[in-house]
């Protein structure tokens, strides 16, 4: 069984910086970010595979976004910089059991969620 615990969320003003983590106990996985903002659709961010070799971003986040893992504390991360109002969802930490994904069916845990608010 995985379990996943996002944290880091928060308000930030546009341009500014946020470093969502997530804590993941289990065995080890492919991992993701997804994000889903107010009456719109869970879409991806970013995924890694479980080396961190492998890293593969949404064309909306590309340059800005960094995906990041640290095995020896089980512990994922999402590097946020140069944030847009746009940025602004509800923002899921997620397990696949492939080496990486963007799609949601894709992956078969999920988090419960951080809030990150980008105001202009």
């Known amino acids: 069984q995985v379990q996943l615990v996002e944290s880091g969320g928060g308000l930030v003003q546009a341009g500014g910086s946020l470093k969502l983590s997530c804590a993941v106990t289990g065995r080890d996985h492919g991992m993701g970010w997804f994000r889903q903002g107010p009456g719109k659709d869970r879409e991806f961010v970013a995924t890694i595979n479980w080396t961190g070799s492998l890293t593969y971003y949404a064309d909306s986040v590309k340059g800005r976004f960094t995906i990041s893992r640290d095995n020896g504390k089980k512990m994922v991360y999402l590097q946020m910089n140069n944030l847009k109002p746009e940025d602004t969802s509800l923002y899921y930490c997620?397990?696949?059991?492939?080496?990486?994904?963007?799609?949601?069916?894709?992956?078969?845990?999920w988090g419960q969620g951080t809030q990150v608010t980008v105001s202009s």
């Open positions: 997620a397990a696949t059991i492939l080496e990486i994904g963007t799609r949601v069916y894709e992956y078969e845990y």
